[in-house]
């Protein structure tokens, strides 16, 4: 069935570092691939998204780039900020499904 | 304004008890969903209807009954709770049912069941 793998967590970083979180996919056909995030106490927001490979979605500085030939969607950010810290989530809407099938959650502290 | 929103936002019981969550959204979606968030975290879709009818219906005890009183409201019933139970619980809507041409949900904040 359809999947999505993330990378676990938790992840603690300094402010301005690089961050990378891992997210590979199983599905059949063609999927659409998003991240959402989790601030504290609040539900999910669709942070970024992409349709179609080597489509490069971005959102206030984080980047994911659609790897069909890796089935992954790895998001990215140079410098994170303590403002980013959050529980973030990989998740796809496989070609023919009505429903969002989300990764486990990585969970991302960033200290001052 | 709140776009989804749920009530309550958090719910302690005792087992054996019957309890409500509702959730209203006032973006004039179409579609709305129950997810459960589980302590690791993990998002799992319940239930999900669309202009008042039950589109997806996961695998999940018949003691939880959603019910579409109209397209702006998506309650959740669940009957003689267990401990197992515990968790977040999540309200969602998107315009139309999700799939290729329409993508994004938005999410409420969340009600924690605590299950004693």
Known sequence: GDSVTQMEGPV???EEAFLTINCTYTATGYPSLFWYVQYPGEGLQL?????????KGSNK????TYRKETTSFHLEKGSVQVS????YFCAL???????????????????? | DTAVSQTPKYLVTQMGNDKSIKCEQNLGHDTMYWYKQDSKKFLKIMFSYNNKELIINETVPNR?????PDK?????????LELGDSA????????QPIGRGNTEAFFGQGTRLTVV
């Open chain 1, 12 to 14: 603690t970083l300094s």
């Open chain 1, 47 to 55: 942070l970024l998204k992409a349709t179609k490979a080597d489509d």
């Open chain 1, 61 to 64: 500085g984080f980047e994911a």
């Open chain 1, 84 to 87: 980013d810290s959050a529980v």
């Open chain 1, 93 to 112: 809407v496989p070609g023919s499904a009505r429903q969002l099938t989300f990764g486990s959650g990585t969970q991302l502290t960033v200290l001052p």
């Open chain 2, 64 to 68: 939880f009954s959603p019910k579409s």
């Open chain 2, 72 to 80: 702006a409201h998506l309650n959740l019933h669940i009957n003689s």
């Open chain 2, 88 to 95: 977040v619980y999540f309200c969602a809507s998107s315009q």
